[in-house]
């Protein structure tokens, strides 16, 4: 028999490239029927996300926070787990950053903050990851539901703790008081600009450094060491590696922690870079479309990157968009997003078999 | 022997009857990628009888009747119920045709009532009162009629299995089969509920009901069919009459004579022992005995074969020895260490304690396909110093490796980056045994070294197993080829039932006793012999 192979470039690039087009054609006859010129639309979202300083600056920020999300589901993915709680992970990664902030912003200088910063984003992370993992790997309770209803804890925890305990007094917002300014996580603008590099202000920071460098370690993880071996085996061939004397519980729950330690780092850029201070659903969905993106990059950290700046562009360039043209409305926005989540996520295998049966018979033939 | 039979030259004398055959196959082919499950199968059962279909696990058996009852579609042929023909696309074709299935694992919902699970699909209408209460009815007349005497208000999982069958059995009839396939019945009976089960179907026969049993196991064969159709590698080998044919003839049959392996071999020398079993037995997770009081040992310099039909706990024998699951009771002597159940070791802690294991189903255990060629030969060896520095793994060693190890064990094409699944079978074995095998481990466990491997393949692979045995390894070789373990074995131990019914010399094997005594009709043919 035969192996016919279906080529890289068709499963790598041709698939999400058909996907993205079919939800850019359906966003389009949506743009239509509200009676607007969806080519003009494309356009004004185009410039808003890549045709200015500032457009690009807040793409790539958005594009931080998607790619600490996906490669949290991507490590998961590849261990055969479905993390769902990439949300609340990031939620509580985020109150892991507010704290050390708030405790040692008056007496510590930024260097000795960051790294203990990242620390508790991780360890914060990981440990609401620890839970489900634990009995998903003890238990056997199944991961996809633990995950999503720790999402709800997350976020009735981040509430109770935030009101009756953190927010600043005298104030009605429920935020904490906003962190000493040795505890900002530098803006990349003002980290180039004494260097003659003009970049215009936006929110991008240093986090999204650390993202490109998790995307690094990520690769080497899963493809270099013994761990990503392991983990790899797991997640392909579960009986394969209790055969290879691979200890399965344990494997699931370290896969789990390292994804919930990524999924962290989103309150390392949004609290840490950005707001300054802890607050309310900072993480505004980005745990879900972490799905998406880990999808859309086929669970590889160049795929992951690619695809969180797609959908940064998409959130940046949205907001143009409904700037630009006012009968497009933020809502029309989140659907042109959702459709793009659907085609590339939900709806993954809707071209996949028939391209690849296309490319097999081609190469039989 | 082991000709095909045409169906109608045996049943002339039946043909004479004015009834039609209660069901007849007609050339049925079926064809799964590169495997061909099913070819030409004819096959003619007269009404009211009981048919046995015997044949080794992968014969097909169970390819056929899912074509019956309508989960595959045939490629080629047709099937034709009381003379005529159907078409079935699904099992609810089946059931309209009046044929009722039994699986081997049940389909009942557990925490239903026996009512509630015969009406299920057939509620008979939106509410569910008025087909329950015709359903009550009619059960106690089946029950009557069939004497399947149960209480139709208990809770299925609270059941013992075997009225639990009685349920699958009741569902079929309250469907209104005249037709009843059994699909390896008896596996998860015990020997009094198998008793039982049997005498039911001689009810069910008497009253017209054609059954079909599928099964491995001759003694049921003997005892309870009319006519006994044997099928091996997707082929209907041969149709008999029960009474017409023997416990012995059958084993044959189903085993078939396949051209003589030869291996060019010395005599063993064995030495000392190397692992010793010692009432080995273990439990599934349905508390049914896999592995029956096992006792084995194996001695550096010698092979010792398991022989087996398939699915008589050589797979189970082979995961609990090499610690992929734990064993219930007894003991394993290994260098100078004891394994219990209170004291296991998992897989890599007996690859530690210098025991390699060749798995019986590459696919699913011995390779992870996705992996690329280089990744899969360290399967199992992945944490050894030679593959891993303080944090990164060696991936330049173990490319080099792999590059040497298809250059000695001829693996096409040698590419160790090529994924592990675009091998051909025997490529795939040789990765697999090149990487237990170059580990120089004491102990070997082997389990099917040569399925789906090419004849040439074939002839390395058992040259490089004797030269391990010579270099003075103890070798447990698990294969369901009659010929393989006659050729390659010093000692062959014949597993039944998950127990060991029989061990003898190779030099005094041959294929009749060992037959015989896969089938665990020796003993009995002997105190027949001796009365």
């Excluded at chain 1, 992970?89 to 708030?102: F, P, R, S």
């Excluded at chain 2, 208990?154 to 009225?163: D, K, M, N, S």
Aim: some cysteine; hydrophobic content about 45%.
């Amino acid at each position: 028999m035969s192996q016919a192979k279906v080529p890289t470039w068709v499963s790598v690039a041709l698939i999400p490239f058909l996907n993205i087009m079919m939800a850019f054609i359906v966003s389009g006859l949506v743009i239509l029927a509200i009676g607007e010129n969806p080519i003009e639309a494309a356009g004004y979202l185009i410039y808003g996300a890549f045709g200015y300083d500032e457009g690009v600056g807040y793409t790539l920020y958005y594009a931080t926070n998607l790619i600490f999300t996906g490669l949290a589901v991507s490590v998961a993915f590849k261990g055969g787990l479905f993390n769902i709680g990439g949300e609340g992970q990031a939620y509580i990664g985020g109150l892991g950053v507010g704290l050390v902030c708030l405790a040692l912003d008056h007496t510590m200088p930024l260097y000795v903050i960051v790294p203990l910063a990242i620390i508790g984003a991780a360890v914060f992370g990981a440990g609401w990851a620890y839970i489900p993992a634990y009995l998903q790997a003890r238990r056997g309770s199944h991961i996809v539901i633990t995950t999503i209803m720790f999402n709800f804890i997350a976020s009735s925890l981040m509430v109770y703790l935030i009101v009756n305990w953190l927010k600043e007094d005298g104030r009605m917002a429920p935020n904490s008081r906003t962190f000493e300014e040795n505890a900002w996580l530098p803006y990349l603008h003002k980290i180039l600009s004494p260097l003659g590099i003009e970049i215009g202000d936006s929110p991008l920071n240093l986090a999204f450094v650390l993202a490109l460098i998790c995307c690094v370690l990520v690769w080497a993880l899963l493809w270099h060491t013994r761990w990503g071996y392991q983990l790899r085996t797991l997640g392909t061939n579960p009986t394969a590696a209790r055969y290879a004397g691979i200890d399965t519980a344990k494997v699931t729950i370290w896969g789990m922690l390292i994804s919930g330690g990524l999924a962290g780092f989103v309150g390392v850029n949004e609290i840490m870079g950005v707001n300054h201070s802890l607050l309310l659903n900072f993480t505004a969905g980005y745990g879900f479309a972490g799905i998406a993106v880990s999808l859309m990059g086929r669970n590889h950290p160049i795929g992951i990157i690619l695809a969180a700046i797609l959908f940064g562009a998409l959130y940046q360039g949205g907001s143009e968009l409904a700037f630009e043209i006012p009968t497009i409305t933020p809502e029309i926005v989140i659907v042109i997003q959702g459709l793009v989540i659907l085609f590339s996520g939900a709806l993954e295998h809707m071209f996949k078999d028939r391209i690849e049966g296309f490319f097999i018979r081609r190469a039989v033939a | 022997m082991g000709v095909p039979f045409k169906a109608d030259e045996l049943f002339l004398d039946m043909t004479n009857k004015t009834m039609p055959y209660a069901i007849e196959l007609r050339d049925i082919s079926k064809r799964f990628g590169a495997v061909q499950a099913n070819k030409d199968i004819c096959l003619q059962i007269p009404a009211g009888t009981i048919h046995g279909i015997i044949g080794e696990n992968g014969a097909g058996k169970s390819t056929l009747m899912s074509i019956i009852y309508g989960f595959y579609e045939a490629d080629t042929g047709y099937i034709e119920v009381d003379g005529k023909r159907v078409d079935i696309r699904s099992s609810q074709d089946a059931i309209n045709a009046g044929i009722g299935m039994v699986h081997q694992h049940f389909m009942l919902v557990e925490n239903f009532s026996v009512l509630e699970n015969v009406i299920l699909g057939a509620e008979g209408g939106t509410l569910l009162k008025g087909g329950i209460n015709t359903a009550r009815v009619e059960l106690q007349r089946l029950a009557q009629e069939y004497s399947l005497d149960i209480d139709v208000d208990a809770i299925v999982e609270e059941l013992p299995v075997g009225l639990q069958q009685r349920v699958e059995i009741l569902k079929a009839l309250y469907r209104g089969a005249r037709i009843l396939i059994l699909d390896e019945p008896t596996g998860v009976l015990t020997p009094q509920e198998a008793d039982h089960l049997f005498r039911i179907l001689k009810a069910l026969k008497e009253q017209g009901v054609t059954v079909l049993l599928i099964t491995h196991k001759l003694r049921e064969i003997m005892a309870s069919t009319d006519n006994v159709s044997v099928m091996r590698q997707g082929q209907m080998v041969a149709d008999r009459e029960t009474v017409k044919t023997n416990k012995e003839e059958l084993a044959e049959l189903m085993v078939g004579k396949k051209v003589r392996l030869t291996v060019d071999k010395d005599d063993a020398e064995p030495s000392q022992v190397l692992l010793s079993a010692r009432n080995l037995s273990q439990f599934d997770e349905q508390g049914v005995k896999r592995l029956k009081n096992i006792n084995l040992e194996l001695r550096a310099g010698e092979i010792v074969g398991i022989a087996g039909v398939s699915g008589n706990g050589q797979s189970e024998l082979l995961n609990v020895l090499s610690g992929i699951e734990p064993m219930s009771e007894g003991e394993i002597h290994i260098a100078d260490q004891v394994i219990t159940s209170k004291n296991p070791k998992d897989a890599a802690q007996m690859r530690d304690l210098k025991m390699a294991h060749v798995p019986e189903d590459r696919h699913k255990m011995g390779l992870v396909t996705g992996f690329e060629a280089y990744e899969a030969a360290v399967l199992g060896y992945h944490n050894s110093k030679t593959y891993n520095g303080k944090i990164l793994m060696h991936r330049k060693v173990m490319i080099d490796e792999c590059n040497e190890r298809m250059a000695a064990w001829d693996v096409r094409p040698p590419n160790p980056h090529l994924k592990t699944a675009n091998f051909s079978g025997g490529n795939q074995q040789k990765i697999v045994i090149a990487r237990e095998v170059e580990q120089n481990p004491d102990i070997l466990l082997i389990g099917q070294p040569t399925r789906g491997v090419d004849i040439g393949a074939i002839e390395n692979i058992h040259e490089q197993i004797v030269k391990l045995r010579d270099a003075g390894k103890a070798i447990l070789l698990v294969s369901v080829e009659l010929d393989e373990i006659m050729a390659l074995s010093d000692r062959i131990i014949v597993m039944f039932d998950g127990a060991i019914v029989g061990e003898l010399d190779a030099k005094d094997a041959d294929e009749r006793t060992l037959g015989l005594m896969m089938a665990n009709a020796y003993n009995e043919e002997k105190e027949g012999e001796s009365a």
